[in-house]
């Protein structure tokens, strides 16, 4: 079964700094992973997708992920934070089934 | 960009009500859409899958009697709440997708339930 991980449910970086956000994942097939940003009160918006292609996907907002078999791993960076990307961020795996799966959360909070 | 409008954005209600949340696709046409819940600080849980003319498929320990789910058209699919209480307010977020299976799916901005 298909599952993801994301260490840390909190993260505080300042303004200006490298915004890290971990995602791991297990799936016994090739994986579609998925990283999405939930301002507060919305619902999710996309920033960028995993589908077997180039293992380092640019998304929107200047976020970027990149695929790492060997380490089973999904990461999210950013190499400035702005205040504006606080918010709630999951990343997602399909499950053999066709539905998501969603990690725990990591919420990114930006100090000035 | 493919578009999906949640309505309505925030409810309150007293117990005992039975409530209506509408998910629409506004420029494609949504074979498949999503129901989830998200209690606060926690991940989205998905309740069921709708499929466009077709009964919904409940996730393990989602009470189909309670959580209404109509997916009559292929740009509407609305979830009813019945006969609420305190212990169903929650987020409760729809997605949209061409057909099953296809990624990503779109999501609507949530609806905000407080049963009173």
């Known amino acids: 079964a298909q599952s993801v991980t994301q260490l840390g449910s909190h993260v505080s970086v300042s303004e200006g700094a490298l915004v890290l956000l971990r995602c791991n994942y297990s799936?016994?097939?090739?994986?579609?992973l998925f990283w999405y940003v939930q301002y507060p009160n919305q619902g999710l918006q996309l920033l960028l997708k995993y589908t077997s292609a180039a293992t380092l996907v640019k998304g929107i907002n200047g976020f970027e992920a990149e695929f790492k078999k060997s380490e089973t791993s999904f990461h999210l960076t950013k190499p400035s934070a702005h205040m504006s990307d606080a918010a709630e961020y999951f990343c997602a795996v399909i499950s053999n089934t066709g539905k998501l799966i969603f990690g725990q959360g990591t919420t990114l909070q930006v100090k000035p | 960009g493919a578009v999906v409008s949640q309505h309505p954005s925030r409810v309150i209600c007293k117990s005992g009500t039975s409530v209506k949340i509408e998910c629409r696709s506004l420029d494609f046409q949504a074979t498949t859409m999503f129901w989830y819940r998200q209690f606060p600080k926690q991940s989205l849980m998905l309740m069921a899958t709708?499929?466009?003319?077709?009964?919904?498929?409940?996730e393990q320990g989602v009470e189909k009697d309670k959580f209404l789910i109509n997916h009559a058209s292929l740009t509407l699919s609305t979830l009813t709440v019945t006969s609420a209480h305190p212990e169903d307010s929650s987020f409760y977020i729809c997605?949209?997708?061409?057909?099953?299976?296809?990624?990503?799916?779109?999501f609507g901005d949530g609806t905000r339930l407080s049963i009173l």
């Open positions: 997605s949209a997708s061409h057909k099953q299976g296809d990624q990503p799916q779109h």
């Open positions: 799936s016994s097939v090739p994986p579609y």
């Open positions: 709708s499929n466009e003319g077709s009964k919904a498929t409940y």
